[in-house]
């Protein structure tokens, strides 16, 4: 293994409505390998994770929003480079999943990747682990559906509470990003 050599960068970003749970997503991939860096003032944080795939040390730069994406669209610099995109829903809120559409549009239109339907996006339908009082609107079904319609979007469900799949997601996520280097 070169282990040695410097590590490959992937870009990752994380996009969904607010509350959906995106920060606490990264929050609970964190570990003491973390280096946070908080962009405020441009409304990003910035994580760097390294890990080994494939037999390649690679650094994921995780970019989150900052609770910007309530009140305007972010930065053009947010998307640039991106080499996977992570959607984020709550599966409790059918608001999150319809504003679907307009993430994944978003992201085409500000990113403008050379082959928009090759591009690498993984989907997250997070708070799996509420049960009462409020109970699930999303169907994992219908996520799957949303995902084949868009090409070939993986979809995973999540629970950042319970560190649900957490991990799992995060690796699909790297090799999707490190295929798309
Ligand atoms: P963001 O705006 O998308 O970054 O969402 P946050 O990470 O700030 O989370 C919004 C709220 O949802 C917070 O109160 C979190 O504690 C809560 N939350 C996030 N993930 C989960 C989850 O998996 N299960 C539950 N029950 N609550 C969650
Ligand atoms: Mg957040």
């Known amino acids: 293994m070169n282990s040695w050599k410097k590590p490959t960068k992937l870009k990752i970003i994380l996009l969904g409505d607010s509350g959906v749970g995106k920060t606490s997503l990264v929050k609970r991939y964190h570990d003491k390998d973390f280096k946070e860096l908080h962009l405020s003032t441009v409304g990003i944080d910035l994580l760097d994770k390294e890990l080994c795939i494939e037999n390649k040390l690679v650094s994921l730069q995780i970019w989150d929003t900052a609770g910007q994406e309530r009140f305007k669209g972010m930065p053009s610099a947010f998307y640039r480079d991106t080499h996977c995109c992570v959607l984020v829903y709550d599966v409790n809120v059918l608001q999150t999943f319809e504003s679907l559409d307009n993430w994944h549009a978003e992201f085409i239109k500000m990113a403008n990747p050379i082959t928009p339907d090759k591009f690498p996006f993984v989907l997250m339908g997070n708070k799996t682990d509420v049960k009462d009082g409020k109970s ?3 169907e994992k079904e219908k996520a799957v559906e949303w995902c084949n319609s868009k090409g070939e979007i993986v979809y995973f469900e999540t629970s950042a509470k319970e560190k649900i799949n957490v991990d799992e997601a995060f690796l699909e ?6 295929s798309n280097e």
């Not at 996520?173 to 490190?178: E, N, S, T, W």
């Open 173 to 178: 996520i790297a090799r999707k990003a490190l």
């Open 136 to 138: 699930r609107v999303v």
